[in-house]
């Protein structure tokens, strides 16, 4: 693309060039014959040679994934991410708003959305695709490189748009096999006071009517699942870092942190109760 695009400049400007050169009333012919030939012939010519170039590419992006391949099923929600892991033979293994890859493994996201499209895009691994609702699209990659990536959502979709991000962990198989084993685990049991506290808060306020936390009775699918969210590497869709400040910081006061939350603000719980609950969520590894 860039080789032809810097032929065609060269081209243009060699008949600038020309052109003011040109000693007036020497137009006539030559004038109908460039403006016939480099106006319409030769670009005709390059274009179409650029988009068979393209449409050969296109079967690679959408060939079926390798038998065996991993499949992850990513849902587009205002403003974060569902992740599914749906693995062979086991049951689902359900996270949100971070994805961890094997690296030099194919693997086929499957992707869609509930009310409005978004694009799942991470821009080191490759190219984006949408997320409309009421289909499934698929893309499949291939990540070469163990690190910790940035994915975007790379379509307008509403007010915090630009606050729905993901981190992506390419790990070598072993760490990944051990991270997935994890996150297929129920919850951990509250390991001190404080987190057990903050475990009732959880439930006297209502939290699980959005949120599951698997091992518990709480089985909400309305917000992310937070079974293992203390584990993650960020909070709120990639907005916050993942500490027990950020929580308190989300739950007192979502609207401020991502405008337009679903979630409601819980900003009439005391001080204790939110450093509690707040304990109890890091305490989901
Ligand atoms: Cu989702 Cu933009």
């Known amino acids: 693309m860039t080789g032809g695009a810097a032929v065609v400049w060269l081209a243009v400007m060699g008949l600038a060039w020309y052109a003011v050169r040109m000693r007036p009333g020497e137009e006539g012919r030559r004038a109908a014959f460039l403006i016939i030939g480099g106006g319409a012939v030769v670009p005709t010519i390059v274009l179409a040679v650029l988009l068979i170039y393209g449409l050969r590419m296109m079967p690679a992006l959408l060939a079926e994934a390798p038998e065996g391949s991993l499949r992850i099923a990513v849902t587009g929600e205002q403003w974060w991410w569902r992740v599914r892991y749906e693995l062979p033979g086991g049951t689902p293994v359900e996270l949100a708003n971070e994805i961890r890859l094997p690296v030099g493994e194919p693997v086929e996201f499957l992707l869609d959305s509930p009310d409005v499209i978004h694009a799942f895009w991470i821009p080191p691994l490759g190219g984006k695709m949408d997320m409309i609702p009421g289909r499934r699209t698929r893309l499949l990659l291939e990540p ?73 009775s709480a089985r909400g699918v309305i917000g992310p699942d937070l079974t293992h969210v203390g584990s993650r590497l960020t909070i709120g869709a990639g907005t916050l870092p993942n500490d027990p400040d950020a929580f308190i910081r989300w739950i007192e006061r979502t609207e401020d942190v991502k405008p337009g939350v679903h979630m409601p603000a819980f900003g009439m719980l005391d001080p204790t109760e939110l450093e509690s609950l707040a304990s109890y969520l890091e305490s989901l590894k």
């Open 144 to 216: 070469t490189r163990v690190g910790t990536y940035r994915g975007v959502c790379a379509e307008y979709c509403g007010t915090s748009h630009a606050l729905m991000a993901f981190p992506v962990v390419v790990m070598e198989k072993r760490d990944f096999v051990q991270w997935l084993d994890a996150q297929r685990s129920p919850a951990a049991e509250p390991r001190d006071a404080r987190a057990a506290a903050g475990r009732d808060r959880f439930f006297a306020n209502g939290c699980p009517a959005c949120h599951t936390v698997v091992g518990t």
